[in-house]
């Protein structure tokens, strides 16, 4: 089964379990955010609805921690944040 949100496409046994949970619980909250890849540095960030993707500076690439274990989330600021796990913080 292929699973799509906003632009991020995967397969579903592709995903980890942080992932399965985003995908239903979380993810959408971010489809507002611009995800920013750097794939040297420096890397600027030029508005605040931008996250830094750095798992291209590592030979991970696609598959970094970012990749597997996070998200990019607005905040209620209206800013966006990579967020590891499940929920953000509450501040």
């Known amino acids: ?3 799509g949100m ?3 496409i995967q397969y579903w046994e592709d995903l980890n379990g942080t992932q399965r ?3 239903t619980q979380r993810y959408q909250s971010g489809c507002d955010c ?3 890849r750097c794939s040297s540095l420096p890397c600027p960030v030029s508005a605040p ?3 830094l993707w750095t798992d291209w500076l590592l030979a991970d690439g696609q598959s970094g921690p970012q990749a597997k274990y996070s998200a990019c989330l607005k905040r209620s600021d209206g800013s966006c944040a ?3 796990g499940m ?3 509450k501040k």
């Open 1 to 3: 089964m292929l699973i």
């Open 6 to 8: 906003c632009d991020f």
């Open 21 to 23: 949970k985003s995908l």
């Open 34 to 36: 611009t995800i920013i």
């Open 49 to 51: 609805d931008e996250c």
């Open 82 to 84: 990579w967020y590891r």
């Open 87 to 89: 929920a953000p913080s």
